[in-house]
């Protein structure tokens, strides 16, 4: 039985909540004080680590702007993961060998939710087009490290089940967090004939993120990435998400910061991209 949530305070996480719902992300969690603290915001350890997210308590949504090779749309960003960094910054990886997983798409085809898969076909792909290897790899690194979601913490365990939840979850917020279009609506779009400023592209997404400017990275003096920060109170499913500033510094150029196009067929060759891509990684923590 879905379960109701704990009242929201603010508008933005009324909005994320709202969106939630409708896409019936509700997961049979057991239910969590109403006193609990936001996650990296207790004065005093928390015991139940099912109602508080710990050790990750800094919980980021990412998303990349590929366009060499481009992946998703040429009107959107698309999704990278949904990270538990610690209260420091730095996070723990690879948390729970045994609920690692090579068949993420029967899993979701077993829980039903065809619509979320088609969904992330679309907007998380892999830029290799190895859709399934890069949701793995988000479930098994990131994900097993989530400890609201960990099998102990739902009152009617399937199996799996958290691992749909999670997938869920993280595609809910990206909905939530249009990048392109804060973007755009500030006037910041791609064109390969024009260049911005970083403090422009970092109060756009503020504007969408409750005041929180978002971690942006580049790629070549070239927008690549966006993170966005969170403290969450309750459990990551159905608990309220405050934005929080980024624990991590952008690597942009302060100004000349160039917003490359997708181009609709690329012509790029497989090796060039992995070149790019692996340039890339030595500029931005991996994915
Ligand atoms: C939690 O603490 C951090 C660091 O002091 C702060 O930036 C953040 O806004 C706080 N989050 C909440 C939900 O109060
Ligand atoms: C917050 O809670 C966690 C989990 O119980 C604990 O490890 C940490 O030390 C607590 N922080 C403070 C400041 O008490
Ligand atoms: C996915 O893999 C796990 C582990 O091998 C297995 O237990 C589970 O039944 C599989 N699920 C589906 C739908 O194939
Ligand atoms: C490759 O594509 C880009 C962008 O569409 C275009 O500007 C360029 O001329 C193309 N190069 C070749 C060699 O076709
Ligand atoms: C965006 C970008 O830097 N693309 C480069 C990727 O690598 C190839 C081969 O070195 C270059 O030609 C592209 O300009």
Request: charged content about 20%; some cysteine; hydrophobic content about 30%.
């Amino acid at each position: 039985m879905p379960r109701t949530v704990s009242s929201a305070s603010s508008l933005s996480s009324m909005a994320l909540v709202a969106l939630g719902a409708a896409s019936g992300v509700w997961a049979d969690l057991q239910s969590c004080p109403t006193d609990v603290p936001f996650s990296c915001n207790n004065s005093t350890s928390v015991s139940d680590t099912c109602c508080f997210n710990s050790p990750g308590g800094a919980l980021l949504l990412t998303q990349f702007w590929d366009t060499d090779p481009a992946t998703g749309p040429t009107d959107s960003w698309t999704l990278h993961g949904l990270w538990p960094d610690n209260c420091d910054g730095s996070y723990e990886q690879f948390c729970d060998s045994s609920r690692e997983y090579s068949n993420i798409t029967a899993i979701l085809q077993e829980q039903g939710r065809d619509d979320l898969l088609s969904y992330m076909k679309t907007y998380w792909p892999d830029w290799e087009g190895d859709d399934e290897t890069f949701w793995e790899h988000e479930w098994n690194k990131h994900g097993t490290c989530i400890s609201t979601i960990e099998p102990s913490c739902y009152t009617d365990y399937t199996a799996q089940q958290e691992v749909g939840d999670y997938l869920a979850k993280a595609v809910d917020l990206f909905k939530g967090l249009d990048t392109y279009k804060a973007l755009a609506d500030a006037g910041i779009t791609p064109d390969e004939s024009k260049t911005y400023d970083l403090s422009d592209i970092e109060s756009a997404l503020a504007k969408l993120n409750g005041g929180s400017k978002p971690s942006v990275s580049c790629d070549d003096g070239a927008l690549n990435q966006a993170w966005y920060f969170f403290n969450v109170k309750g459990n990551l499913i159905d608990g309220e998400y405050k934005p929080t500033d980024p624990l991590s510094d952008s690597n942009c150029p302060k100004s000349g910061v160039k917003y490359l196009s997708k181009p609709g067929g690329s012509n790029s060759t497989a090796s060039s991209w992995k070149f790019n891509r692996s340039r890339a990684a030595k500029l931005v923590r991996s994915i």
